[in-house]
């Protein structure tokens, strides 16, 4: 197996015991960039030539001493919605085409600390509003396991970066399942954690009561190794949460007998590719042969998260985007008369088509006369569903659920229909809505050979639960660190 393909804690066991350098690894994932990177486009931009004297750095330190860290040397890609200070940050966006943040993100500063090796910045959807990665302003990022599909977004980027070997880990963001959906799509795992257990310091907000950081990684343990590193209390956040830190790779391993695993029949309707089901089936299966106890569960109000979901993050996006204006920085329109046509004629041109149609759409649900009706309503909705969940897991310690209702779509195939293409996330927006944590594994394959998603919910702040299902699950099937078809005899 090349040294690109492995996992964080394969590359860590090498590292030990001096079998490669942190140069060689780095130099490893160079490589697999330089050969696929022109057919994925998961990378906004590389930075290759300081990753490989970032690596000698490390490499210089490890001389001296044993590594501090499980993530010191690890090369790794950010979202481009994630500030890095001197690096361009265009959150894949007209809008920001030339901004150079002059800080950090909290979360890339850990990072800095835990002496990971930034490898470059990944394609999204522009402000993270999407979900096939279809709508940067620059390119569109295709799916390893199938060039002519999507991968997934908002995140889809840092997804096909970790399934196509180009990176170890990588962060994105996640406001209604933009983490998971693409992991799902990829064949890799995405967790988004609790809200306000990561810093969103540095993360440029598309709805604050939703957005949350959290990792992509190759499997469970990966994730853990990751989660370890970005968690943790950050006065510059004021939702992030003051709780003592914990390990996440403790315990991990310790099984699932008597685990009440929950299954809601609203997961399970309409419109569920029939692969899907049948993996999610096959996976409750293998956890009910591993001990653990499978409960039914149900819910009241799951079928109006999706409504109140597009209201609410469309409101705090209309509010969040009102500060790109043409003023300040940013992008500029180059002809207007007067400051209003300066507004209209930047906004209009520096916006793409998806992010205009958020901010219109939460622009109204705010205005006089409407707030009432479609904002206020909304956060009574999802008043209920966060008491929906809370009942839930009353009975049951995770719930089982699938990703997406069905595998990676075509390129192109979803872009003329909005509303067709926001159904794709009606099993993750709840998560976000109740502020709960949530992960996506790879749990089968469907008859094109697409991967499939199984989705593992906790209340807030088991992760550490969420985690031990997860490695479970990956550890007694073969869905563990897939590899996709792209370029492997490339």
Known sequence: MELSQKTIHEINDLLKKKEV?????????????????????????????????????????????????????????????????????TCASKMLYNFIPPYNAHVYDLLIEEGGVLLGKTNMDEFAMGSSTENSAYKITKNPWDLAKVPGGSSGGSAVAVASDTAFFTLGSDTGGSIRQPASFCGVVGMKPTYGLVSRYGLVAFASSLDQIGPFTKDVEDCALVLNAIVGHDEKDTTSLKIEKKDYTKNLKQGVKGLRIGVAQAFFGEGLQPEVRKSLEDAIAVYKAMGAEIVDVSFQYLDYALSAYYLISSAEASSNLARYDGIRYGYRAEEYDGLVDLYRKTRSQGFGEEVKRRIMLGTHALSSGYYDAYYKKAMQVRTLIKEDFEQVFGGCDVLLTPTSPTTAFGIGEKTSNP???????????????????????????????????MQLLGPVLSEKTILKAAWAFENETNFKNLKAPLGREV
């Open 419 to 453: 509303l067709e293409m926001y159904l794709t996330d009606i099993y993750t927006v709840p998560v976000n809505i109740a502020g709960i944590p949530g992960i996506s594994i790879p749990c089968g394959l469907d008859n094109g050979g697409m991967p499939i998603g």
């Open 21 to 89: 350098t942190v140069t060689e690894v780095t130099q490893a994932v160079v490589n697999r960039i330089d050969a696929v990177e022109g057919s994925t486009d998961a990378y906004l931009r590389v930075q290759a030539e300081k990753a490989l004297r970032d690596a000698k750095v490390v490499d210089e330190k490890l001389k001296a001493r044993k590594k501090k860290s499980p993530l010191e040397g690890i090369p790794y890609g950010l979202k481009d919605n994630l500030c890095t200070q001197g690096i361009l940050t």
